[in-house]
């Protein structure tokens, strides 16, 4: 199955990094506010980073998508981009529509356990392949931030480090040089999929 379009439908309501985290981070007394607002937007900004660079969601976060074909994918179910696929045994989280209908969620069948997650349509009341793309909205992520790898933690952190101690990209005292980023290489140990 081919999924494309795809877009974050509801951002999370909580941050993987908090902003005591990150002024600890950056040796920042917690009574120093002034960059607080600034700070904030980084980290945002080093979750949606991280994201998209390893494929992976952080915290509870909504997707959508469009996919081809999902009438003919196999027996096993295809892949949910943006794991760990968050949903219940009954597919609870995970909906599927097309033009002109949607499926029940009973004919919906989820394996959140797998990484990534796959779901099957297993109903026969679909348009069959040959009526155009259906829309696929599920949720990935973590409920807690207790549940947030360290070493993911550790990767936006130093993004965020990075961000706010250099705010252009090239440091010029000595000439124009590349600022070293020790964040790819802890995201090459986030990957699970080649990314990094």
Not at 89 to 110: K, Q, R
Request: glycine residues 10%; charged residues 20%.
């Amino acid at each position: 199955m081919h999924f494309h379009s795809i877009r974050r439908v509801k951002q999370p309501d909580f941050e993987p990094v908090t902003l005591s985290e990150a002024k600890a981070h950056l040796r920042i007394m917690e009574c120093v506010v002034e960059d607080d607002a600034y700070l904030i937007g980084l980290i945002a900004a080093a979750r949606h980073y991280f994201e998209n660079r390893v494929g992976q969601t952080t915290t509870r976060t909504q997707w959508r998508a469009k996919v081809h074909g999902w009438w003919t994918c196999s027996c096993m179910g295809s892949e949910v981009p943006y794991p760990p696929l968050a949903s219940d045994a009954a597919g609870h989280g995970v909906t599927l529509s097309w033009d002109g209908g949607a499926a029940d969620a009973d004919n919906i069948v989820v394996d959140a356990i797998s990484y990534p997650g796959t779901v099957r349509y297993d109903g026969g009341d679909g348009p069959p392949c040959d009526k155009g793309d259906a829309t696929i909205t599920w949720w990935a992520g973590v409920d807690s931030p207790a549940d947030i790898p360290a070493l993911w933690k550790s990767a936006m952190l130093m993004l965020i480090g990075h961000w706010y101690e250099n705010r252009q990209a090239v440091v010029t005292d000595s000439g124009a040089m590349e600022v070293p980023m020790s964040f790819d290489l802890i995201v090459g140990a986030c990957s699970f999929d080649g990314r990094g």
